[in-house]
């Protein structure tokens, strides 16, 4: 059980571990990747060039003033009007006649530096504003500076090899940022596209052969668009050691504000999305307000009034920070007087507002000045981001993402045909490179099933290496001698909804009391009243049924969380439809995940069926404790919540879970690594006896720029944990960065059939080899089986280890994990572990916004500088009996 690993502070500069040789368990399988490989001539020099271009304005006092258009914010409204015009501006420096600086053989990365396969002289040049701001009348000048940076960062050809290295962060990707900076350029031509990181939105994507049909209509003053992403990567060549380039192309849909809108009807039309009319005496604090605030706070609006009324993508620009108090009552002092915005835009621009009572916009920089809503435009060409979607637009998107693999295929060649990526392109002919025409295909395996013990005689069957069906559960829970039923407006016969629960829990091996039962048909419930009543009574578990339109649900589990009593609940329409049409399929789902809760275990997974060799990666016996984190979107007021997830529990492959709050952060993860791992370790060794003799992380979303982070800082924190735990306790450390928003797709190298499932590559599918790095352990695994649109299969990528497993081990632990969600009898994308560390952080992000309209929560006094260790006191579950148990089943 121990390693002597010693703990100590990590240096710059730590490799990853070894590299393994590929696994070979399963059955072979080809598959086709949306990948081809680039071919480069010998001996071309790429020049690199640092860019500075600046607008030149008079200040008030005389003195030079300076607004730079290769540096500023990074919203979408005033990065693509600075990418224009630095464009603009580098054309007019070399040759104006020209629609594409790729046709220079001159390539811009959209930030501050340039790529050119011919020389340059450094230079300083000036030219007239009417050039590149013809509507600034401001601007005196327009400065472009170029400048060769060292030779040490110059770059051929021939430095492939140079852009991969074992030690994370010492690879020289120059070449790579330089090919990624061509790529783009034959991309940006006669403004057909504009660019996002790296992804190639079609401004007319009819020009492109999309038919309209593909791309939903949205609601809000929201339109969708398709673009596509791309990018050069240096993946394992043919032969050991070698690297081959790869261009990696895969097809986006994203949804965009419709542009130049006045705010008043953006505003109007997402009210409409919730059925309601638009009150244009409506106050920030209205529910309808905060509601919008929701939808538009991050959104670039231009100012439609003054000097730059009529100005367009000319106009100055703000960023939505919140909602401020109307203009009749929003007052600054002007001149030494006190005076109202409404009074300043009559007094001043001779405007008289249509909406003197409608709340006013503040700039998320300057809080203290606001402008009336009907002064301002949206900004062009701007995505929607996640909060700002509708509901139904979001359904809409997801709709017209889920594309087949054959038509994502089609649409993936269509739209790399149309950005330029072909040998035919003479800027890539100008520079040597070649693509191939074909996509990759590599080798890969379908890995055996693993064998699912519940509590018949003998294993289940599992049908497609992806599902089952479940009748008797490895571990049958009681019900508490205590708990509580509760009816709320249901409309619904309860007595027989009752039978036919009981009636499935006794067939489970489940063991059943019967509930004290309580109908409410008041709508004006008190939940927390609801709680105390029942902590008074010492109920252990309580099930609601409730009114669909209550959505009581976030308000139940805040105060399950708050009075620790276990909680269920179902919607009334889902028990009407069981107590009128049986449903036996949805009477075992809730009785699955009341097993769960309850602290049985419906299966296990063991060893794979068919192999002569050991392959339950999961026995008890290897003492192998998982942790998966994962991250919520950002709650607001620079605060995220991170979830984990563990088998800590007393049944080893059951899992439990808590969330933390921590501070919006480039080390999200980190602030809460060591309170994790203590916290389930001491759990673990409390359940089994004994501390873990091997520590398996796993982190999702961890970026290939953060490995540094994780392989030194990580792997420190956790040696540290549990030297402090004792200290001559070492585990073995394994950490494996999972990711699902990278570009690469696998396909079947035949598609046949009609449906998603049949398309999709097999459940069970893994990779390594081909597309993988060439000097760092990585895989591909499609554990699922997806049926809807092309399955997006999850990447591991091994960053720590010392318990030299191999590439067979570490891929079998992922995919038998993939099959121990134990609610849905069918494997998941990603392994328990992360999943359950996802459904924790959306509890914790849940718990929070509810939390907000509590008066006795810590929230109450407003969020500003909240106080962490208090709000995770007063909302995460440590210290909780319900830590013991898989609360968010």
């Known amino acids: 059980m121990v390693l002597d690993v010693p703990i100590e502070k990590a240096t710059i500069g730590v490799a990853g571990p070894p590299k393994l040789p590929p696994g070979n368990l399963g059955q072979a399988k080809s598959v086709k990747t949306n990948l081809k490989k680039i071919f480069l001539e010998k001996n071309v020099v790429i020049y690199k060039y640092d860019v500075e271009i600046d607008l030149i304005y008079e200040k008030k006092n005389g003195e030079e003033g300076r607004k730079s258009l290769t540096k500023g914010p990074k919203n979408d409204c005033d990065s693509q009007q600075r990418e224009k015009r630095a464009n603009e501006a580098l054309k007019n420096c070399f040759n104006k006649n020209v629609s594409s600086l790729s046709e220079l053989n001159l390539f811009y990365d959209s930030n501050a530096s340039l790529y050119s396969t011919r020389q340059l002289n450094n230079m300083i040049e000036n030219l007239a504003p009417s050039v590149v701001v013809p509507n600034d009348k401001e601007c005196k000048s327009v400065e472009v500076k170029i400048t060769k940076v060292a030779d040490s960062h110059q770059v051929t050809t021939n430095d492939v090899a140079k852009t991969i290295n074992p030690v994370f962060g010492k690879a020289d990707v120059t070449l790579l940022e330089a090919l990624n900076a061509l790529i783009t350029g034959t991309c940006v031509k006669d403004d057909q596209m504009i660019t996002y990181k790296g992804t190639h939105f079609a401004l007319d994507p009819g020009s492109f052969g999309f038919s309209y049909h593909d791309l939903p209509d949205l609601d809000g003053s929201q339109y969708s668009g398709v673009g596509l992403s791309k990018a050069v990567k240096s993946l394992e060549g043919p032969a050991k050691g070698q690297v081959q380039l790869h261009c990696v192309t895969e097809v986006k849909k994203s949804a965009f504000h419709a ?45 439609d009034y003054g000097p730059n009324k009529g100005l367009g993508p000319d106009s100055k620009s703000i960023v939505i920070g919140g909602f401020g108090p109307s203009a009749s009552e929003a007052t600054f002092l002007h001149d030494g007087k006190k005076t109202s915005v409404l009074q300043y835009f ?25 402008f009336p809503v009907e002064v301002l ?24 993402s889920a594309v087949l693999p054959s038509k994502r295929l089609q649409q993936t060649a269509m739209l790399t045909e149309c950005a330029g990526i072909k040998n035919s392109n003479p800027a890539l002919k100008a520079v040597g490179l070649t693509v191939d025409p074909n996509p990759v295909v590599v080798e890969g395996r379908v890995l055996p099933t693993p064998a699912i013990i519940a509590g018949e005689q003998r294993p289940l069957n599992v049908i497609d290496n992806c599902k089952w069906n479940v009748s008797k559960y490895k571990k049958a829970a009681s019900l508490p001698e205590k708990w509580t039923f509760y009816a709320i ?6 007595n027989t909804f009752l039978s036919s629960l009981k009636q ?65 609940e179902v919607r009334a329409t889902r028990v009407r439809t069981i107590v009128e049409k049986g449903q036996p399929q949805t009477v075992q789902n809730i009785v699955h995940k009341m097993n769960e809760k309850l602290g049985g275990a419906n299966w296990e997974v063991a060893a794979y069926t068919g192999t002569n060799v050991p392959t339950n990666f999961l026995d008890a016996r290897h003492n192998r404790m998982f942790i998966g984190f994962e991250s919520s979107r950002s709650l607001g007021d620079n605060i995220v919540v991170v979830g984990y997830a563990s088998n800590a529990s007393k049944n080893p492959q059951s899992f439990i879970g808590n969330y933390k709050y921590v501070q919006q952060h480039k080390d999200i993860y980190g602030q809460v690594l060591k309170g994790a791992v203590e916290e389930m370790v001491l759990e673990y ?32 924190k956790v040696k540290e944990t549990c030297g402090k735990l004792n200290a001559s306790y070492r585990p073995h450390i394994t950490i494996m960065c999972t990711s699902k928003i990278h570009n690469e797709r696998l396909f079947n190298e035949r598609i046949n059939g009609e449906r998603a499932a049949q398309q999709n590559i097999a459940p069970g599918t893994v990779v390594d080899k081909g597309i993988v790095s060439p000097v760092l352990n990585e895989f591909y695994l499609n554990a699922h089986s ?46 328990a572990p992360i999943l359950i560390a996802d459904r924790c952080a959306k509890r914790g992000a849940s718990n929070f916004q509810v939390s907000r309209s509590d008066t006795r929560s810590v929230l109450s ?12 006191k007063e909302l995460s579950y440590t210290e909780k009996e319900l830590f013991k148990v898989r609360f968010n089943a």
Request: some cysteine; aromatic content about 8%.
């Open 861 to 872: 006094g407003g969020s500003e500088n909240i106080d962490l260790d208090n709000l995770n």
């Open 346 to 370: 009559k007094d001043h621009f001779k405007i008289k507002l249509e909406y003197p009572n409608l709340f006013t916009i503040y700039d998320a920089k300057k809080k203290g000045i606001y």
């Open 489 to 494: 407006s249901a409309g619904v016969n309860i």
């Open 504 to 568: 499935r829990v006794v067939a489970t091996g489940m063991h059943w009391t019967n509930p004290e039962l309580k109908e409410i048909n008041n709508q004006n419930v008190d939940v927390e009243n609801i709680f105390a009543t029942e902590k008074q009574k010492g109920t252990k578990y309580i099930f609601f049924v409730v009114r669909d339109n209550l959505n009581l649900h976030p308000l139940i589990k805040l105060n399950e969380q708050k009075f620790d009593i276990l909680t269920q």
């Open 685 to 716: 060794k409390a359940n089994r006896n004994a501390p873990p003799a091997h520590i398996y992380l796993y982190f999702n979303g961890i970026s290939e720029g953060q490995f540094t982070l994780v392989a030194n800082d990580y792997s420190t």
């Open 377 to 400: 435009r949206v900004g062009e060409n701007q995505r929607v981001t996640i909060q700002q979607q509708t509901s139904s637009g979001q359904q809409a998107m997801v709709k017209a």
């Open 786 to 831: 997806a049926f809807q649109g092309s399955a997006k299969t999850p990447k591991f990528s091994h960053v720590f280890d010392t318990s030299k497993l191999s590439m067979n081990d570490h891929e079998g632990i992922a995919h038998q994990l993939c099959f121990l969600h134990n609610i849905v009898s069918s494997t998941t994308s990603l392994p």
């Open 259 to 303: 542009d130049n809108e006045n705010l008043i009807d953006k505003c109007k039309a997402l009210i409409s999305t919730r059925s309601e009319s638009f009150n244009k005496n409506m106050s920030s604090m209205d529910p309808s307000a905060r509601f919008l605030k929701e939808k538009l706070k991050g959104l670039a609006v231009r100012l």
